[in-house]
């Protein structure tokens, strides 16, 4: 069964909208984390936002924010005020356990376009 | 501050030839991971070490080869090269999650190609 689910291959945001990118997750494991990754055009990896199992808000960074439903298995990403500079693909990974973020399990992305 | 430093970015092979990506950190990480990337796809772990003389297989570990003998260095060595390892590769390393959240540094990527 695949660890990390993106449903949506692909996305459309009028700049300056907020946007939700969708990521459910499975694991049985009561430690785990979820991070949430940035590749632009230009190949690049860039890590955005992290998740603790056991944190008890929901993560922000910035125009980035987590929104953690631990019971439902899902921690989406929103964006606020979308730029064009966001337009990328957005990868959802989860490490199971304890240790570095080596393990990771990756989704399989959604492209995200910001339209002027 | 080089980071994650990877080579070459691109590389075309013949199929059955072998060859090395380099892959090479400065921050003292313990984690250090290998992964593909295939067109429209996620990443896919080959290999990974979680410090140095130990390392272990990922979800794709066939025909890759992997040593840690440095904390700094985890090159990944293709034995026989298929067209079906023609994908961008990316090495990434990491602290263990006590130091900060854990997260992933990558290289910047290196595109095979096998014909």
């Known amino acids: 069964a695949q660890k990390i689910t993106q449903t949506q291959p692909g996305m459309f945001v009028q700049e300056k909208e907020a946007v939700t990118l969708d990521c459910t997750y499975d694991?049985?494991?009561?430690?785990?984390?979820l991070f949430w990754y940035k590749q632009p055009s230009s190949g690049e990896m860039i890590f955005l936002i992290y998740?603790?199992?056991?944190?008890?808000q929901n993560a922000t960074e910035g125009r980035y924010s987590l929104n953690f439903q631990k019971a439902r298995k899902s921690a989406n990403l929103v964006i606020s005020a979308s730029q064009l500079g966001d337009s990328a693909m957005y990868f959802c990974?989860?490490?199971?356990?304890?240790?570095?973020?080596?393990?990771?399990?990756f989704g399989d992305g959604t492209t995200l376009t910001v339209k002027p | 501050n080089a980071g994650v430093t990877q080579t070459p970015k691109f590389q075309v092979l013949k199929t059955g030839q072998s060859m090395t990506l380099q892959c090479a950190q400065d921050?003292?990480?313990?984690?250090m991971s290998w992964y593909r990337q295939d067109p429209g796809m996620g990443l896919r772990l080959i290999h990974y070490?979680?410090?140095?003389?130990?390392?272990d297989q990922g979800e794709v570990p066939n025909g890759y080869n992997v040593s840690r003998s440095t904390t700094e260095d985890f090159p990944l060595r293709l034995l026989s090269a298929a067209p079906s390892q023609t994908s961008v590769y990316f090495c990434?390393?990491?602290?263990?999650?006590?130091?900060?959240?854990?997260?992933?540094?990558f290289g910047e990527g290196s595109r095979l190609t096998v014909l």
């Open positions: 990434a390393s990491s602290y263990s999650q006590g130091v900060g959240t854990g997260e992933l540094f």
């Open positions: 694991t049985s494991d009561p430690s785990y984390g």
């Open positions: 998740q603790g199992s056991y944190d008890q």
């Open positions: 990974a989860m490490r199971e356990g304890g240790g570095g973020a080596g393990k990771s399990t």
């Open positions: 921050m003292n990480h313990e984690y």
């Open positions: 070490s979680v410090g140095a003389g130990i390392t």
